[in-house]
């Protein structure tokens, strides 16, 4: 039997391999390329994240601690107020001078000519109250708009509030007197 002898050209058969590992190697150095470029896209955007994340954490616990505190003094206030007896006086625009506490609500008529019976009045409802009262501290509050009061129905009340000081101070009740301007300056 004779052989036959066959000559392949591996010449090209091996351009055409080497051209094929070419192209598969720069496509696999662009899918590289696009994957390192989207891992540092991806980074980048996980740094983010986590620095939002970081400043919403703060966020939550400045938040939270605000809570806190504010219940800690709603506590506070709901303690005060259980424990304190708190009288709201006022003078409103028809001549008359209201008197406000949990246990009262009274308008007091104002005469311009004679003082004496709403300074009486007020007196005795004041010290009415300081008398039943059995809280730790007393708060008078004055209510009163600097444009619609007149000069001697604020002195009158002040004059009244100073002698239930006096009465408070003799009885040790600790009192407070604020003064609120409700007007517009």
Do not use: C, H
């Not at 991806?42 to 400045?62: H, V």
């Not at 001549?95 to 308008?107: F, K, N, V």
């Not at 708060?139 to 444009?147: E, G, L, M, T, W």
């Amino acid at each position: 039997m004779r052989r036959r002898e066959i000559f392949l050209e591996l010449t090209s058969l091996l351009d055409v391999i080497m051209i094929m590992l070419f192209v598969l190697l720069t496509q696999a150095r662009t899918q590289t390329a696009e994957a390192l470029s989207a891992a540092e896209a991806d980074r980048a955007a996980a740094t983010e994240l986590r620095a939002e994340l970081s400043g919403l954490r703060e966020e939550r616990d400045a938040a939270l601690e605000r809570a806190e505190a504010l219940d800690r003094a709603r506590i506070t206030d709901d303690l005060v107020l259980d424990e304190s007896l708190v009288i709201t006086l006022s003078a409103d625009r028809r001549g008359a001078i209201r008197l406000e506490s949990e246990e009262l609500q009274e308008s007091i008529p104002y005469d311009w000519d004679d003082d004496t019976y709403a300074a009486n009045s007020l007196r005795a409802r004041l010290l009415g109250l300081l008398r039943q009262t059995d809280r730790e501290a007393v708060f008078i509050v004055f209510q009163f708009d600097r444009a619609a009061i007149y000069r001697a129905e604020y002195t009158m009340i002040g004059r009244v509030v100073n002698e239930i000081k006096l009465e408070a101070k003799q009885r040790d009740i600790p009192l407070s007197y604020m003064e609120l301007d409700t007007g517009e300056n």
